[in-house]
């Protein structure tokens, strides 16, 4: 079966796709109203080198990148999605999914940069979630410094991050899609499998009436032959 036998089938069961097509319509307006959307709010920090560290580049810390403040970034996010660390965050009320993740690709200097990302349902909380996440990731990197005097200690400096959270698209259209799709298969698709089956019912219709008509002839056949 080529397009044109579909279209023509479509043509010929015009109340049944524009039917189908209709309800799938209403079905998108109802997603649209009720499935929930999705925000994401960002931010990134960069790990510095300690200021006794940075002495040796005229106190300048950008210009002081090394090996270990990749390892300290690694070390920070780890201890960031720890179920502790999420735990405590949870119960002062930032309570939105989030990541804390190194560059997909780093080197000795993009190593050490750290990015945090937040995605839900509500907007002001993926904010406030994000805020609560950078303000504990200084926490996080003090403790994970123990007793090292400050003088001595890996800095953090903020680098990026979003005023509010902005809309997922991406995530928040794939639902959209998927019930699109859906809708439109069964639209486009029932009316074919519909005509299928009156077509196969006609066949049969029409062959055993052809088998009705042969038989009184065949006996008739057979009577002159045997007079």
Do not use: H
Request: no cysteine; net charge positive.
């Amino acid at each position: 079966m080529n397009f044109g036998e579909i279209f023509r089938i479509w043509r010929r069961r015009l109340a049944l796709t524009a039917g189908l097509t209709l309800l799938v319509l209403v079905a998108f307006l109802a997603a649209l109203a009720w499935l929930p959307r999705t925000y994401q709010s960002q931010a990134s920090v960069v790990l510095l080198a300690p200021r006794s560290v940075a002495k040796q580049n005229g106190g300048n810390p950008y210009l002081s990148f090394t090996p270990s403040l990749s390892l300290a970034a690694d070390a920070l996010s780890r201890a960031m999605m720890s179920p502790a660390t999420v735990g405590v965050l949870a119960a002062q009320g930032y309570t939105e999914p989030y990541t804390v993740a190194l560059p997909a690709y780093t080197t000795a200097t993009t190593g050490s940069v750290v990015t945090v990302t937040v995605t839900g349902s509500d907007r002001a909380l993926v904010q406030q979630t994000l805020e609560g996440v950078l303000t504990q990731l200084g926490s996080e990197l003090t403790k994970i410094q123990g007793t090292v005097t400050r003088p001595n200690r890996i800095r953090i400096a903020p680098l990026s991050a979003t005023s509010q959270a902005d809309l997922a698209v991406s995530q928040t259209v794939r639902p959209f899609v998927i019930v699109v799709v859906f809708g439109l298969v069964i639209a486009l698709g029932v009316p074919v499998i519909v005509d299928g089956r009156a077509a196969r019912r006609r066949a049969v219709r029409e062959s055993a009436g052809q088998s009705g008509r042969a038989e009184p002839l065949a006996r008739d056949m057979t009577g002159l032959a045997k007079s």
